[in-house]
């Protein structure tokens, strides 16, 4: 992560020399009754300073951040903000911390949950104040959407010990007209912060005092509009003016700008190296003694007489500090200061004005400087201004690794934006790397492909980092073994230097390794890689990589396994104060389709429809599997019309998305599927047709499934669950021997995968071929296996959605005392009673499906007892909203709705 | 949509501002006007490429806490 500048986080000194105001302190304290306190008004109206006195008085210790242009790189604001929050409260933010240097950088809303929970739960030490004060200035620099979004979901969710004061120059786009109705927002604006008569008259006589008649003071006041910087100007101007009545008189009656009248005022009477001083240093954005020193060494003439009169730059900023002119101290040791806007502005026109042309080379000498002192984004900044585009674009070259591995991806795009297009396409890296901002900002991949052939044109010897790119766009596109063929490439050449690119390998390596269509070996790789993602410290890979196993377990045919890799997931992507991640949607899904496995219908919709919820926060595509299983569900509740919808927003975002034709092919296929359920026996077939994926028949079968050359297009992988399909409308249609043909070559290499779930079904498919050929025993031999396998996972719907013709076979089974006790389940679930009374009805698995989290745990057994929740929360050390919180929860786990029902439930599963 | 050639807008603000703030905003033309009430103002006129840079304009003269009284757009024959 590029360093972070310490002064953007120094808290500003009140200075004595300034008026003090009484009635805007009064109104800032009153203010932190409520959440929010926005102080909005436009540049010079002494906004920080007000602030500066605030602190001063009020012994607490703020965070405090001064944003610039910089802050819009969401990871860089992010850190600025946890970093100030733990200089006040050191070692609170750990957590947050860690998360914002790990390699993959979180989701901004992780971060920030991290810091609400640090801050509900740390308990201040040594100080007075009971509220942690967060301080934005200057918000109004602030323009990327993503930056005011995590705003809002700071405001929407601050911790009730926590205040958020924002100051800008405009009203920045967060939920103010919210905060206002809810009387959650203290505003101070710009007819607040005018100086009135009194605060003018104070500042004017007796601060720099002058000794001014009424009059005059009217005179000024009327003309400066009590804005705090005309006047602090007005007030140098006059200051050690013999004649302040003529200068009162000419200035009051002039309508010229008031600035520029003042500050060439100003200007005009300062000793000419200081003039020069200023309107040189004016374009920097922060400015020490050393660095001003170096910018005008061109200045320095030693032949010249009156070098012995020039100050060095430390003299002419303490001189300009002390005279209250135009700069502001940035820390504690007279070291860095910077420019108020405002003047800086009027100083850097100034020397356009008078010196056209040089600014360039003042930027350059700046640039050298900051590179010098390793402040590589100064230096970057301002050899972009500057336009010496090599050599910031050598820095850039530099710094960029990094810059990528901790996420500043706004950043680097910014910066490479900015140089000329032809100069980034001749320095393959920045070419590269401009390339890798475009993936990640989404961009379509046959854009990115043609960018990756034209430098491979271009610059050959970067094959390995263009092959790296290469499979990352591979990966989304889910070809498998090419990203693995292209992974190898890449490795064997990638020189040791580029950690980004290594990096970014490693991660595509351990993914793309996953499609292997051994689900034993994926599994093993999975288990690997969630690991190493732990280590790695990034949760949301964690949360994925779990819920990737779920599906293999599930594929496996272990229901009860996965269930619990889900249940982790969502316990990993949950906060304590249990809101739920955007990512953790995918294991709601999951863990739908497994309680739609296990006939638990209404919960699977549930879960289903609050998945789908969540991951169109994360990644809309991963919505689709929840709207399969609501189709599913749906149909089995018998209710067509709500399967068909369920469908149909299926095909609906397939076609909206348009990067691949993966997601287009399965909702046809399942619709497919879904169509011949209810009837339309020709779906499948038509499916066939459209998609031109013809499943021969016979022995071109074996062939065809062994080729490797298919393994990773779509067909193949579609081909299993094609096969499969066109089998049961076979069976359907009378075929029988051709429905085992094709049914048979899947045996053996199911088993061989591991596809248990797979294999179930089609051993009942081959059961019912059979039977319908005339070859009872062996149907009934291969049913019974089907249940053997099925039985661990308590498979349900799998027997059940194949229609009444399984009874027979299930019955058969008990008699033969095979797998009694859960065949007589999926009977119950059949809603057939069995002929002999002597065989045990067992109910349904009982329990909870989702189990409670160790906090809900604690809560529940509080609920059990006579104390309010205000009392349990005491108990707990945590805010009351929180308690809220986790009781809903508890109640939709439970299934009750209210604490004696929760408190009787739990009672009756053993909780408490 | 076809692009349109340069606009012309015209900016009014409260109080005088020097002709020599002219390259300062883009080299917009810079003259003296009077409200009806006979305050003060500054006529600034000038063309934009584009809205971005009409925004970066007024951003300046915001930044230098000038009242702002009219943005319009100039028609041209």
């Known amino acids: ?25 009064a109104r800032l304290n009153q203010g932190l ?135 800008s120059r405009a009203d920045p786009p967060l939920p103010l007209a919210r905060l206002r109705a809810r009387a959650q927002l203290t505003e101070l604006r710009a007819a607040d912060l005018r100086f009135s008569m009194e605060e003018t008259t104070d500042f004017l006589n007796r601060i720099m005092g002058l000794n001014l008649e009424p009059a005059e003071m009217r005179a000024l006041a009327t003309r400066t509009e009590g804005w705090a910087a005309g006047l602090q100007m007005a007030a140098v101007s006059l200051q050690g003016r013999a004649d302040l009545e003529n200068f009162i008189k000419a200035f009051t009656g002039s309508n010229r700008y008031i600035l520029d009248y003042l500050v060439e005022e100003v200007l005009g009477r300062q000793p000419q190296h200081v003039q020069s001083f200023l309107m040189k240093t004016s374009l920097l954005k922060r400015l020490n003694g050393e660095l001003c020193d170096y910018l005008l060494e061109e200045e320095h003439q030693p032949d010249r007489i009156d070098h012995k009169l020039a100050w060095s730059g430390q003299e002419i900023l303490e001189y300009l500090e002390n005279s209250n002119l135009f700069i502001v101290p940035l820390d504690d040791q007279r070291q860095w200061y910077r420019y108020h806007r405002l003047f800086a502005d009027l100083l850097n026109k100034r020397l356009d004005q008078t010196h056209p042309g040089l600014a360039s080379t003042l930027h350059e000498r700046a640039s050298h400087w900051f590179e010098c002192h390793g402040l590589i984004t100064e230096a970057v900044d301002h050899a972009l201004l500057a336009e010496d585009w090599k050599r910031a674009a050598n820095m850039i070259e530099e710094v960029a690794d990094g810059l990528l591995l901790h996420g500043e991806i706004g950043t680097l795009a910014g910066w490479l934006d900015r140089l000329p297009a032809g100069l980034v396409r001749s320095h393959a890296l920045l070419d590269l790397y401009q390339v890798t901002c475009l993936i990640f900002s989404g961009q379509s991949h046959a854009a990115i492909e043609e960018h990756l052939k034209r430098i491979e044109c271009q610059h050959p010897q970067r094959l390995a980092e263009i092959t790296v790119l290469r499979a990352y766009v591979a990966l989304f596109q889910a070809q498998f073994s090419m990203v693995e063929e292209l992974a190898r490439e890449a490795l064997s050449r990638l020189p040791e230097s580029s950690a980004f690119f290594q990096s970014t390998l490693f991660w595509i390596q351990g993914f793309s390794r996953l499609n292997v269509e051994d689900l034993n070996t994926r599994a093993d790789l999975l288990q690997t890689l969630a690991e190493k993602s732990k280590i790695m410290g990034s949760l949301m890979f964690t949360v994925i990589t779990l819920c990737q196993l779920a599906e293999v377990r599930m594929g496996q045919g272990q229901l009860v396994q996965a269930r619990d890799l889900y249940q982790k997931a969502l316990e990993t992507a949950i906060a304590p104060d249990e809101s739920l991640l955007p990512v953790a949607g995918q294991a709601k899904i999951g863990m739908g389709h497994i309680l739609r496995e296990w006939n638990q219908l209404d919960q699977a919709i549930r879960y289903s429809e609050q998945g789908i919820e969540l991951v169109g926060k994360w990644q809309p595509m991963a919505a689709l599997d929840g709207y399969f299983n609501l189709a599913w569900s749906f149909k089995a509740l018998g209710d067509a019309e709500k399967a068909h919808a369920a469908i149909i927003k299926a095909q609906q975002m397939a076609q909206a998305y348009d990067v691949t034709e993966i997601d287009d092919r399965i909702v046809a296929f399942v619709h497919a599927r879904l169509d011949f359920w209810q009837g339309d026996l020709q779906a499948i077939q038509r499916y066939l047709d459209e998609m031109q994926s013809a499943i021969p028949l016979g022995e071109e079968i074996q062939s065809e499934f062994l080729s490797q050359g298919m393994r990773d297009s779509l067909d193949y992988r579609m081909r299993k669950y094609e096969q499969i399909a066109l089998a049961r409308a076979l069976i359907v249609q009378q075929q029988p021997a051709e429905a085992l043909a094709l ?66 076979f299930l019955q058969s089974a008990i008699s033969r005392g095979v797998c009694t006790e859960y065949a007589g389940r999926v009977m119950d679930a059949l809603g057939i009673s069995l002929p002999t009374p002597a065989h045990k009805l067992v109910s349904p698995p009982a329990g909870l499906v989702e189990a409670l989290s160790e906090r809900e745990m604690q809560v529940l057994r509080l609920l059990n007892s006579s104390l309010s929740i205000p009392n349990i929360a005491g108990e707990l050390t945590v805010a009351v909203s929180t308690v809220r919180t986790h009781v809903k929860h508890i109640y939709a786990k439970l299934d009750v709705h209210s604490r004696l029902e929760a408190v009787a439930k739990a009672q009756e599963l053993d909780l408490v | 949509m076809a692009p349109h050639p340069a606009t012309v807008y015209q900016i009014v603000v409260k109080g005088e501002l020097d002709p020599s703030w002219s390259d300062w905003l883009d080299g917009f033309e810079i003259a003296r006007g009077v409200t009806p009430r006979g305050a003060c103002t500054t006529l600034l006129a000038g063309t934009i490429s584009d809205q971005s840079s009409l925004r970066g304009i007024l951003n300046r003269l915001w930044d230098l806490n000038l009242e702002i009284l009219a943005v319009n757009q100039v028609c041209e024959e």
């Open chain 1, 1 to 25: 992560m590029m360093p972070l500048v310490r002064t953007k986080l120094y808290i500003p000194r009140g200075r004595q020399e300034l008026v003090p105001r009484p009635r805007l302190v």
């Open chain 1, 33 to 167: 009754l409520t959440p929010v306190i926005l102080i909005s008004g436009p540049a010079g109206f002494g906004k920080t300073t007000l602030l500066a006195e605030w602190i001063r008085q009020g012994e607490w210790t703020p965070a405090w951040i001064s944003l610039d242009e910089g802050d819009n790189d969401l990871m860089r604001f992010l850190s600025y903000l946890v970093t100030a929050l733990n200089n006040v409260e050191p070692g609170v933010y750990q957590t947050a911390l860690e998360m914002l240097q790990s390699p993959q950088p979180p989701p901004a809303e992780r971060v920030l949950t991290a810091v609400i929970n640090a801050v509900d739960q740390a308990h201040l030490q040594e100080t007075t104040s009971s509220y942690l004060i967060l301080i934005l200035d200057d918000y109004h620099l602030i323009t990327s959407n993503v930056v005011h979004t995590a705003m809002t979901f700071l405001i929407d969710h601050l911790p009730e010990r926590m205040r958020l004061v924002i100051s």
């Open chain 1, 743 to 808: 049914l048979d070559t899947l045996v053996a290499k199911m088993r061989e995968q591991g596809r248990i779930m797979m294999l179930i079904e089609i051993q009942i498919l081959r059961a019912e071929a059979l039977h319908l050929q005339g070859d009872t025993e062996e149907a009934q031999g291969t049913f019974e296996e089907a249940l053997r396998l099925a039985e661990p996972g308590g498979f349900m719907r799998t027997f059940m959605d194949e229609g009444p013709w399984v009874t027979e």
